[in-house]
């Protein structure tokens, strides 16, 4: 579903990826782990479109970024670590508005329904998104995700900031789209997390992917000592 083929950025004279090789499937939840500076964003807004590749190319259901950066904005749904949605506009309003730039016109119930379906609690949906927690705007960025039937999700630092409840429910809305078929890319500095959701670990170093790991073969510690050898 997901796949980059010698994947390669260079800024200016910086190498910033190097031929990064990665495929990730249907319903699987990859946990890309690395040190500040390893590749992780750079990965990201390259499958994004956002930024070019120096060379290689990146796809989605087989999708060449490259050549069809328009059809992958279809397929892709992107969380940022801070979700931008409009302060003054209510949940269910926010979600309206980008289900309709991406081209979906649900009726309230509809969208009242897909909020629910990422836990957001019914209460918050007619409240404007300036009283909500980092945690119920990342919900309605994943109701968005949700609204648009993205096939792939791409999370930068998702449970940065989020505090033990908030990690704990964002978790098991991850799991649940990794078994209706989603594919998830999440880069994170969170191993405990990495460990309990993911499916998929990998671990970058100076943007080569040096580990590629089913994550049912570790433990958190585990995993925290293999990371703490391999950067
Ligand atoms: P973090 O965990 O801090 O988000 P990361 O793994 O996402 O780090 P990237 O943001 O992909 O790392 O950065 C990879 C390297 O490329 C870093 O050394 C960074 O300084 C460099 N870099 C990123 N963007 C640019 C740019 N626009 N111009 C020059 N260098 C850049």
């Known amino acids: 579903?997901?796949?980059?083929?010698?994947?390669?950025?260079?800024?200016?004279?910086?190498?910033?990826?190097?031929s990064l090789n990665l495929e990730i499937q249907e319903g699987e939840i990859f946990a890309?782990?690395?040190?500040?500076?390893?590749?992780?964003?750079?990965?990201?807004?390259?499958?994004?479109?956002?930024?070019?590749?120096?060379?290689?190319?990146a796809f989605i259901n087989n999708i060449s970024v490259k050549e069809h950066p328009e059809k992958i904005k279809k397929h892709l749904a992107y969380i940022p670590e801070t979700v931008l949605l409009y302060p003054n506009l209510t949940g269910i309003e926010n979600l309206d508005f980008f289900s309709k730039i991406a081209g979906f016109n649900y009726d309230k119930s509809e969208l009242s329904a897909l909020l629910k379906r990422t836990g957001l609690?019914?209460?918050?949906?007619?409240?404007?998104?300036?009283?909500y927690s980092k945690g119920m705007r990342q919900k309605v960025g994943i109701a968005?995700?949700?609204?648009?039937?993205?096939?792939?999700?791409?999370?930068d630092e998702p449970t940065s900031g989020l505090d033990p409840i908030a990690t704990a429910e964002f978790t098991e809305i991850v799991r649940q789209l990794g078994n209706e078929g989603r594919t998830v890319l999440m880069a994170t500095h969170d191993i405990f997390n990495a460990v309990s959701v993911a499916t998929n670990i990998g671990i970058m170093k100076q943007g080569e992917l040096v580990q590629n790991l089913p994550s049912k073969a570790f433990s958190a510690e585990e995993l925290q000592e293999l990371y703490l050898k391999t950067i």
């Open 121 to 131: 609690q019914e209460i918050a949906h007619e409240k404007t998104l300036g009283g």
């Open 144 to 155: 968005i995700a949700l609204a648009k039937d993205a096939k792939v999700l791409l999370l």
């Open 32 to 57: 890309l782990l690395g040190q500040n500076g390893a590749g992780k964003s750079t990965t990201i807004n390259i499958l994004l479109g956002l930024i070019k590749a120096t060379s290689g190319d």
């Open 1 to 18: 579903m997901l796949k980059t083929i010698n994947l390669h950025k260079k800024y200016n004279d910086f190498t910033a990826l190097k």
